[in-house]
């Protein structure tokens, strides 16, 4: 039997950056990961907003710099919004997950891929995963399908956007520096479609509010009246699911702890979750570190206490998906209010908790 103080179940940004926290304080750490490789099966879009860009060393050359902000009304009239020393940060994804990978590694956690977590158990005061391995603690940071939640009967979001998206080569966008939202409660009930330059391609895409579903080509085919597509090859496509309920409840069951998508951290209004994957996934490596070590606080307290509630995001949300036909948001597209609250949503995340 393989015995590990902490075992992780899923090497996404959440998983990874817990087994980085976690080695980098001297605890053994193994993280099963059931993807082949990093980087490889990417759901993600992988836009980083500034916050996250301030508080983690992202690699530059793995990222290209957007600043500004072009919303559409379903009209496809736009404004533009910027704010001055704001930005948004594309990414070369797949290569950003073997960077944070070998981070992980080079500060000793051990990385197992190609090694799904299948079943755990209780066993005394340890966790026994897979029948093979035991540990003192188990994340689950398996996403929100959350495979250790089912385990443990921890609770799992029900509220889900699926994002569909597709990568380009040859498309050229109006304005190179700018993140291009379109609000259209047709083709993306509850959120938006997209189109922002990427590292070294074009990424364009949309989320919907299930049970809507995103029809990806009839978005593009919209797009095909503001963007050139004749020059366009698909180079990838991907999309998934974000959950966007807020925190699950419960999140932590004795040493079982959700993390992540799995926890429901993720914005239900921008359902962005890439930064709080990373922040947290770091702050419970801390948290569990500093209970191995010192004793005091149980870890899932810690989390208690910090892990975000968004209750204001949620409110809006629910605003946003039920309050806003088509024809509104056409007509309040220059109200100024309305740009201001769009403003805050884009720029000030952290004002609306
Ligand atoms: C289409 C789309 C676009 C998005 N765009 C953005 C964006 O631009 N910016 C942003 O901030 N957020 C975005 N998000 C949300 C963001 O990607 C997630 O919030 C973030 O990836 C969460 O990280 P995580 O580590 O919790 O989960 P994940 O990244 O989903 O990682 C979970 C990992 O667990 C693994 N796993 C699952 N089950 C098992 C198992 N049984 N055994 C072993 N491993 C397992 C998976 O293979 C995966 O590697 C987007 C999401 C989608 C779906």
């Known amino acids: 039997m393989h015995h590990t103080d902490i075992l992780i179940a899923g090497g996404g940004f959440a998983g990874l950056a817990c087994a980085k926290s976690l080695a980098e304080r ?121 495979r250790v939640a089912d385990d443990f009967a ?8 699926l994002g569909a998206e597709a990568e380009y080569e040859g498309l050229t966008l109006a304005d190179g520096n700018a993140f291009c939202c379109f609000l259209d409660r047709r083709l993306a009930h509850g959120y938006l479609g997209w189109a922002i330059p990427g590292v070294g391609v074009a990424q364009v895409g949309l989320a919907s509010r299930l049970p809507h579903k995103p029809d990806i080509d009839v978005f593009t085919a919209r797009l095909g009246q503001v963007f050139d597509f004749s ?79 968004f209750r204001a995001k949620r409110i809006l949300r629910t605003a946003y998906e039920t309050l806003a036909p088509n024809w509104l948001l056409d007509a309040v597209l220059t109200n100024p209010l309305f740009t201001r609250l769009a403003s805050d949503v884009f720029f000030k995340k952290k004002q609306l908790r």
Request: aromatic share 6%; net charge positive; hydrophobic share 40%.
């Open 231 to 309: 020059q366009a090859k698909v180079l990838a496509r991907r999309g998934g699911l974000i959950p966007v309920g807020g925190l699950v409840n419960p999140f932590a069951r004795g040493n079982v702890i959700l993390l992540g998508d799995a926890a429901g951290i993720v914005s239900p209004l921008t359902a962005g979750g890439i930064h709080t994957a990373l922040h947290y996934g770091t702050a419970l490596g801390n948290a569990i570190a500093a209970h191995l070590h010192h004793g005091g606080t149980h870890p899932a307290q810690a989390m208690q206490r910090v892990y975000p509630r």
């Open 26 to 146: 001297g605890i053994a750490v193994t993280l099963l990961e059931r993807k082949k490789a990093p980087g490889v099966g990417m759901h993600t879009t992988g836009i980083i907003v500034k916050e996250c860009a301030d508080e983690f060393a992202i690699p530059e050359h793995l990222t290209r710099k957007v600043t500004d902000v072009r919303l559409y009304a379903p009209s496809l009239r736009y404004i533009d919004l910027a704010s001055p020393d704001y930005f948004f940060l594309t990414t070369d994804t797949p290569a950003l997950m073997r960077h944070l990978s070998d981070e992980a590694a080079k500060a000793g956690a051990e990385i197992l891929y190609d090694t799904p977590y299948e079943s755990a158990g209780r066993q005394g005061e340890s966790i026994r995963v897979n029948g093979t391995s035991s540990c003192r603690f188990l994340i689950g940071a398996d996403g929100p399908r959350s």
């Open 154 to 161: 921890l609770g799992k979001n029900t509220q889900f956007l």
